[in-house]
C-alpha cells in the first residue's frame, strides 16, 4: 500500500497546485482593499449535520499560504457537528486568510460529506465482520483527500492507485487470455520485477470462483455483481484460502443483507463519487 511519505507528498501536489489555481498572481481582491499588515480572526461554521473532516489538512492549508497564522481547534476530524457548532478559529494575517479560505472550505466541505457517508455505511454494518472499502472512483487530482476522509468515517482503503496492488479485474482477464493465465502472468512478473504486491482478482461468476481457487497468490476475490445467495455459495467456495469482497451497485438498502452473506469486505464507490458537500463557512469574527 501507499506510504505515509508517498501520502503526504500527495497532499503537498494538492495544495501547491489549488493555491496556483486560485491565486494565481495575487488576490487582488484582498490587495485592492485590506492592508497587507491587517491581522484578524475567522471562525469555521458547521451550518449542517455530519461528521467533520478536514482540519488536519486545512491546517497543512494555512501553513503551506503563512505558517504564521495560529489554529485553535475546537472540534476534531472524525466527531459528529451540527448546525452552529464553530470547529476552529484561525487568526492571524487577513490577506493570508482569505488566500486560503477557499481551499479550505472546498476541501473540508467535500470531506466531511465523504466522512458522513461513510460513517452511515459503517454504522449499517455494525454487528458483522464487514468492513466498507472506497474505490479509484474519486475526482482527479485530489484522491489522497477523498481516501483520507472515507478513513476519517470509518472505512478502509482499498489500493490507493494502480501502482500499489494487482487488481485483475473482466477486462484483464479477457485481454491476457482467461483467469489462470492472467495469474500466471502476474506471479511471473511480479518476480521478473521484483516487486511484492497483493493480487486482487475479480470473479463474475462460481465458475469463475473454482477457477481462481486453482491458483495460490491470491490475495483477496471481488466477488463482483453476484445475488445473495451465489454470495453465500462464493465465501463458502473460498473458505479461508484468501479474503472476499463483495461489490456491484451495492447500497444502503443491500449492504447489510451482503455483509451477512459473510464476505470480508464491501467495496463502493459511491463513498466518493456520489456525496453532497456537507455546509460549511468561514466568517471573520
Given amino acids: 500500500m501507499i506510504t505515509e511519505e508517498q501520502f503526504q507528498k500527495e497532499l503537498d501536489i494538492i495544495i501547491s497546485n489549488a493555491i496556483r489555481e486560485d491565486v494565481g498572481d495575487g488576490d487582488h481582491s484582498s490587495l485592492s482593499c485590506i492592508p497587507t499588515s491587517a491581522k484578524g480572526k475567522a471562525k469555521l461554521l458547521v451550518k449542517e449535520d455530519g461528521i467533520l473532516a478536514g482540519v488536519e489538512f486545512a491546517k497543512q492549508v494555512f501553513a503551506y499560504v503563512d505558517d504564521s497564522l495560529e489554529i485553535e481547534v475546537l472540534i476534531e476530524d472524525g ?11 484561525v487568526s492571524g494575517n487577513s490577506q493570508s486568510i482569505l ?11 467535500r470531506m466531511s460529506a465523504i466522512a458522513t457517508k461513510t460513517k452511515f455505511f459503517v454504522d449499517l454494518l455494525e454487528g458483522t465482520n464487514t468492513k466498507i472499502l472506497d474505490t479509484r472512483k474519486t475526482t482527479p487530482g485530489i484522491r489522497a483527500i477523498e481516501k483520507w476522509a472515507v478513513k476519517i ?10 501502482y500499489d496492488m494487482i ?17 500466471n502472468k502476474t506471479k511471473d512478473y511480479l518476480k ?6 497483493k493480487i486482487i482478482v475479480e470473479a463474475r461468476n462460481l465458475t469463475e470462483i473454482r477457477e ?3 491458483s495460490d497468490g491470491v490475495y483477496r476475490i471481488l466477488i463482483d455483481n453476484f445475488n445473495y445467495e451465489d454470495t453465500r455459495t462464493a465465501v463458502k467456495l473460498i473458505g479461508e484460502k484468501c479474503l472476499t ?25 459511491a463513498l466518493t463519487h456520489s456525496v453532497y458537500n456537507l455546509d460549511l463557512s468561514l466568517k471573520a469574527v
Avoid at 488566500?99 to 466541505?109: G, H, I, P, S
Fill in 245 to 269: 469482497e463483495s461489490s456491484g451497485g451495492i447500497n444502503e438498502k443491500t449492504i447489510r443483507n451482503y455483509a451477512e452473506c459473510g464476505v470480508d469486505y464491501i467495496s463502493s464507490g
Fill in 167 to 183: 487488481m485483475l479485474k473482466d477486462n484483464h482477464i479477457d485481454f491476457a487470455g482467461g483467469i489462470t493465465s492472467a495469474i
Fill in 79 to 89: 466527531q459528529k457537528v451540527s448546525y452552529g457548532d464553530i470547529a476552529f478559529y
Fill in 99 to 109: 488566500k486560503a479560505e477557499r481551499l479550505v472550505l472546498n476541501a473540508m466541505q
Fill in 192 to 197: 521478473a520485477t521484483n516487486r511484492n504486491l
Fill in 212 to 214: 481462481i481457487l486453482k
Fill in 153 to 162: 468515517g470509518g472505512g478502509v482503503n482499498h489500493r490507493f492507485a494502480l
